[in-house]
């Protein structure tokens, strides 16, 4: 009898540590002002059909959205199987006091919809490096198991803040410098520096934001950075993967609908417009029941051929810039021209069971042929390309034939050189299309 319960208390300890793989999305509680349960709900299942497990509830401090915000959401979650944790913003209103994180994860940590690992309620952060100390007590209220972001100090500073109180650490670090593809530099920096400890891999698709009321204007290269950084967390393999952002506006990552009675960020950031407007970004999610079963099971099956089209609606030069920059000296970064960080073209990731026989975007009704970047090993997965504007404008058409037929996508967005208030719209129009019907494997 001992030796039985003995070996099912290591079986599970074994099986818990070998399928923690999970995959969460940074929500803003502070655009969830205008939000009831049931807008709440409609999020979680969204969500969950993306394979998404939970939510990291951001919060600044003294948010008048976070009280009913956490509560809605925490009824919300329940019975449905979709999770939630914190992530205390140190950044946005400055620090938040030791007692109002110990009373959040005392109220809502052992609630069955917060997020546990080890049998702990998991917390996560932006910034804060510099209330490390407060979490010695924080933990011993609360037996919380703490993955922090703690990027401004780097992986080594961060794991000895004190004393290594971090459990695991979560890198802000998503988006490629210059023209450059993204790569996994930092991510190996981290791992290598966990020497064990669980690391928390950003993923994003893009980011621009031009909210000079919050001393923010930049673009990062977002091109090809969807299909790269997916590929990327199958080389890493990190603990958790954390996606930037679910419902971030202002930034231009979400992934997540586009909801009116939200986009108050525009106005108290005095945005030069609503570059959030018909923009919608759900195509992004479409492929992410593919990349999320290659991630935490290292198989997927395909049952329909899937089609994700992205692209900006303004050429490069053919309006104001907005004062945008490529780059951020305030990220202390070498700072160019937006246009040179990202290309004009027309962006399209392919899930299909065998290889196709032809791409071809169609701009303004001059078609032109298009090629494949990236190829999935076996056949079967995701292909991903580009074809570039090459000076035309008017309506976007993208043509896949694949072994399962022909799988179209025109945009809802015409490219223009006629851009809102003069200024350059830096955000992308992402949009989708449905092909036939498969049985395949990856
Ligand atoms: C709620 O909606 C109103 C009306 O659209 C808007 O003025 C307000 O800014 C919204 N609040 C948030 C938090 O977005
Ligand atoms: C885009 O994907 C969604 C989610 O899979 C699907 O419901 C919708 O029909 C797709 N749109 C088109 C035009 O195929």
Partial sequence: MLLLAVSAAVLSFFIHHTSAKAVFAHFMVTNSGNYTTSTWA??????????????????????????????????????????????????????????????????????????????????STFEGTENADDWTSIKA?????????????GAAAALELNGGIADGLFAWSAWPSGDLSMDTSTDTSYVDALAGKPYM??????????????????????DDLWYDRWKEVLSVEPEFVEILTWNDYGESHYIGPLREGAFAAFYYGGAPYNYAADMPHDAWRVTLPFSVGLYVDGTSA??????????????????????????????????????????????????????????????GGVSQAGTWRNVPDSGVGLYHGSVPFNGNTGEVMVTVIGGAGTIAMAGDQDITTDCTNGVENWNAWVGNATGGLVSATA
């Avoid at 891999?201 to 977002?222: E, H, R």
């Avoid at 329909?304 to 945008?324: F, I």
């Fill in 42 to 123: 409609d999020e979680f299942a969204l969500a969950q059909t993306a394979r998404i497990d939970a939510f990291a509830l951001n919060m600044g401090v003294g948010d008048s959205a976070n009280e009913q915000g956490v509560a809605d959401a925490f009824a919300a979650a329940a019975g449905t199987g979709f999770q939630l944790f914190f992530s205390f913003d140190y950044a946005a209103n400055g620090a938040w006091a030791e007692s109002d994180v110990i009373q959040y994860l005392t109220t809502y940590g052992s609630n069955s919809a917060h997020y546990q690992y080890d049998g702990k309620p998991f917390v």
């Fill in 141 to 153: 209220s609360t037996n919380c198991f703490f993955v922090p972001d703690w990027s401004s100090v």
């Fill in 201 to 222: 891999m950003a993923v994003s698709p893009w980011f621009f934001t031009n909210l000079p009321g919050y001393g923010k204007n930049w673009l990062w290269n977002g």
């Fill in 302 to 363: 395909i049952s329909q051929e899937l089609l994700t089209v992205w692209y900006r609606p303004n050429p490069g030069s053919a309006c104001a810039t907005g004062g945008t920059t490529g780059n951020s000296a305030s990220q202390g970064q070498e700072e160019f021209q937006p246009y040179d960080v990202v290309e004009d073209a027309v962006f399209y990731s392919a899930l299909l069971a065998s290889a196709p026989s032809s791409v071809s975007v169609s701009i």
